[in-house]
């Protein structure tokens, strides 16, 4: 069942000379037309039980101790009910509500109204409007690329606040993380819905909406392909970057210093999970233009998947780290810190140089030095559903070379770092590492399933070059 699909777009044009499978291409690229029976269950499955998921972790931090298994063991051997157990969990408060509110409006304004002025004085930074990738539909979007900015003026806020101006407790995120938990939840399927109703009465651009005439299934990987209020509001861009990571870092620093106030010094591993983390949020920013090239932008649809991931999981669950050292103070030997920040470091460096060829690669058409040389490419075609032919160039040199996802690697290396710096007490920080290698495993097969419909036989061609996804000689 279930692959029940409406798709409606424009017969491609004839033309002699398309290197890759045309059929293939036409309408497939971008997120699936069709839902099969896994999927179905697999997006039934997360509607229902992510938000409990993060509930369950979070819950855990607070009455066990970060202890995982901690909630499972007290109901089965009867020491405790589920009612006692939500009993204990702090209510939505005015207080709460009142924060979220004034957060998610004060980065609307940074968002909306402050057009980037960081391009004009720091150099190398790429800011200011710029252009997103071609869609399925064949539209070249603009984007008003500020994300450095706000972070800049939110944390220098923050700062200000916490040496000068004391508006409010710097432990305001950690005392109030529960009753923020239930804000970020209404303001995720808030947008969500908001965005699949936006997608079935006034989408942004028609031609680049999706239906499968499954209603789950467009309400978690969304209609719209790029949904928008005005010229400027680009919902994948303002929830992915601002309430999602902005907040980041900030919760980390609310995370040190609650750990301060608590055991009276901030130890190594916090600080190390907050600079580790801290590179990667700024190093986002700083690439903020980069991001429009990335998957979320180019292929994902706005839907729940995006909007509550963005509002709920990305903040509670990607802090999972600091939340911990909060409860478990850890101090780490020389030896291990040391261990910890040169495999953050590494992965790191991966991560960034991978995502810099490509860049650099697509940016200058080919016209560029790859380790010092002239890189090695593979021409390829395809069509976007106006009917339009575009060409296109892979890289088959630097990390593109070594592994047709390597930049991956990259980033599990540096998840694991922040792991690792909780150091072996407990389960609950290593979820991250868990999740990450699911979530880069599934979307690197994700990403060569439309690759492979974008570029048909130019694909083949890539991956006969480089044979291996992530690992060379393993996947
Ligand atoms: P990529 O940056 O790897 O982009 C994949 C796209 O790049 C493909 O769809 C294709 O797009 C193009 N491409 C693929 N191979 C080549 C090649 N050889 N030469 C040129 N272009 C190629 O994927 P993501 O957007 O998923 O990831 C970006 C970064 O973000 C990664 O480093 C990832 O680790 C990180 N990330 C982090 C997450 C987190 O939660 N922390 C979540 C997701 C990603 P095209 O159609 O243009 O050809």
């Known amino acids: 069942m279930a692959a029940k699909s409406q798709p409606s777009v424009p017969k491609a044009k004839s033309g002699d000379s398309v290197t890759n499978d045309r059929t293939a291409s036409q309408g497939q690229w971008g997120r699936a037309w069709e839902v099969d029976w896994f999927s179905l269950g697999s997006i039934i499955f997360l509607l229902l039980c992510a938000p409990f998921i993060v509930y369950y972790f979070i819950m855990a931090c607070d009455q066990y101790s970060c202890a995982l298994t901690g909630p499972v063991v007290d109901i089965a051997t009867g020491r405790a009910r589920l009612s006692d157990i939500w009993a204990k969990t702090p209510p939505i408060t005015r207080k709460a509500a009142q924060l979220y509110t004034l957060w998610v409006t004060f980065q609307v304004l940074l968002y909306t109204s402050l057009p980037d002025f960081c391009h004009k004085f720091l150099p190398g930074y790429v800011g200011g409007i710029q252009e997103g990738a071609v869609t399925p539909a064949g539209v070249v979007n603009k984007y008003q690329i500020n994300g450095l900015q706000a972070w800049l003026l939110t944390h220098l806020l923050w700062f200000a606040n916490a040496h000068l101006l004391s508006w409010f407790s710097p432990t305001i995120i950690f005392d109030n993380w529960i009753p923020l938990l239930w804000c970020a939840n209404i303001l995720g399927y808030a947008v969500s819905t908001f965005a699949m109703v936006k997608g079935y009465f006034f989408p942004t651009s028609a031609r680049d909406c ?16 790029n949904p928008r209020i005005g010229k400027w509001f680009d919902f994948k861009l303002f929830f992915n970057g601002r309430p999602g990571i902005v907040a980041w870092t900030l919760i980390n620093l609310s995370f040190a210093a609650k750990q301060r106030e608590l055991h009276g010094h901030v130890t190594n591993a916090m600080v190390l999970v907050n600079v580790l983390q801290a590179i990667y949020v700024i190093d986002f920013f700083w690439n903020e233009t980069w991001y429009l090239k990335t998957i979320d932008i180019c292929h994902d649809h706005f839907g729940w998947y995006l909007g509550w991931g963005d509002c709920v999981w990305l903040p509670y669950l990607y802090t999972l ?147 291996y996804r992530l690992l060379p000689g393993i996947f």
């Open 210 to 225: 999706k239906f499968t005439g499954n209603f789950f299934y467009n309400y978690m990987m969304g209609v719209e392909f």
């Open 321 to 467: 780290q600091g939340l911990y050292l909060v409860y478990h103070p850890v101090q780490l030997s020389t030896l291990h810190a040391v261990g910890v920040l040169l495999l953050g470091l590494v992965g790191y460096y991966i991560f960034r140089v991978a995502n810099h060829q490509k860049d650099l690669f697509r940016r200058t058409d080919g016209r560029c030095l790859i380790w010092g040389k002239k890189p090695k490419v593979i021409e390829c075609s395809y069509t976007s559903a106006d009917g339009q032919r575009h060409h296109s160039k892979l890289l088959v040199s630097g990390f593109w070379g070594v592994a047709r996802h390597f930049n991956y690697v990259g980033d599990l290396m540096g998840s694991l770092a922040y792991c690792l710096a909780c150091g072996g007490g407990h389960l609950l920080p290593y979820f991250y590492i868990i999740y990450m290698a699911i979530l880069l495993t599934h979307r690197c097969l994700r990403d060569e399933h439309r690759c492979a419909s974008k570029y048909g036989r130019d694909w083949e061609r890539y991956t006969a070059a480089v044979p």
